[in-house]
């Protein structure tokens, strides 16, 4: 076991496979409860997506996601934050680097898009461009209680 005292305020010992955060007031918490598998889709949307359960149950959640089935990411976040929330991808395409990001919103069982962007910065100096894209797929969504 370790001990955490600079992130939950104590000499809180806990496991190593379980998880430490912090919510927006600062506050630490484990993530030793329940967690629960709120989305799963082995090939991954780009759509909006219902939950199997309501958002606000939960302390915590986790979005796996990807660009094309390549360059795979994950996000943890507080369910203090459920709007407005960004996903990013970076890309080597030989020349450029593209940064691929969805705007998306939690709200109950519903999680939204907001919008689906991209914006590509060239090797070499010069101008950038920015446009729309088809989403990033989504493949899992997880709550931790």
Known sequence: MKVLSNLLGNDTKINANVIALKDKNDNG????????????????TNGN????????????YEIYFSREGNNYSSIRMSTDFLTNIQLL???YLGNITRL??????????SLTRNYSRYINFPDSPATYNVGANTGLLIYKVIGYK
């Open 89 to 91: 991808v970076a890309v």
């Open 49 to 60: 997506i219902t939950l199997e359960d309501n958002i606000e149950n939960y302390r915590f």
């Open 29 to 44: 918490y484990t993530l030793d409860g329940e967690k629960v598998i709120l989305y799963n889709d082995s090939t991954g």
């Open 100 to 109: 691929y990001t969805d705007s998306i919103t939690i709200s109950g069982t």
